[in-house]
């Protein structure tokens, strides 16, 4: 049972009671009655509004999901078309090197390659090399 049914309920209750108006106490039951009214008729009003609010929102979090995946480039079937293959290959794709200052051993990528120099993470030290060489200093 809503709020307005349960407010239409005890309106039905009070004028089944014939309360006299012109009295104290009748004329303080029918302004209850009144205002409860009043608050059910608000409470469905925002009721709807919230109703129409959600839609908005669902609708915009549809909008942000399909402009990250067109900004971002996220394919839904990612999850699904990537295995451990993929992540082999990736580590197939890393280079080392051996810092000449420290003799830390460097890690990186291609792309970290193709710029030609890095510096050493342990002791800052600015290390320069070739890709067309066989292997990076």
Request: with cysteine; aromatic share 6%.
């Amino acid at each position: 049972m809503t709020i307005g049914e349960k407010v239409s309920y005890i309106k039905g209750l009070a004028e089944g009671l014939a309360l006299d108006e012109t009295t104290k106490e009748g004329k303080v039951l029918a302004a209850i009655v009144d205002v409860l009214g009043d608050i059910a008729e608000n409470l469905a009003e925002v009721d709807e509004e919230l109703d129409d609010v959600a839609d908005v929102m669902t609708d915009l979090e549809e909008s942000v999901t399909d402009l990250e995946d067109e900004v971002y480039g996220i394919d839904e079937d990612y999850d699904e078309d990537y295995d451990d293959d993929d992540f082999d290959e990736e580590l197939d794709e890393m280079y080392e090197t051996t810092c000449p200052k420290c003799g830390n051993t460097i890690r990186f990528d291609y792309d970290q390659a193709a710029n030609e120099q890095l510096d050493c993470p342990n002791c800052g030290a600015h290390l320069e090399f070739s890709l067309d060489d066989d292997d990076a200093e």
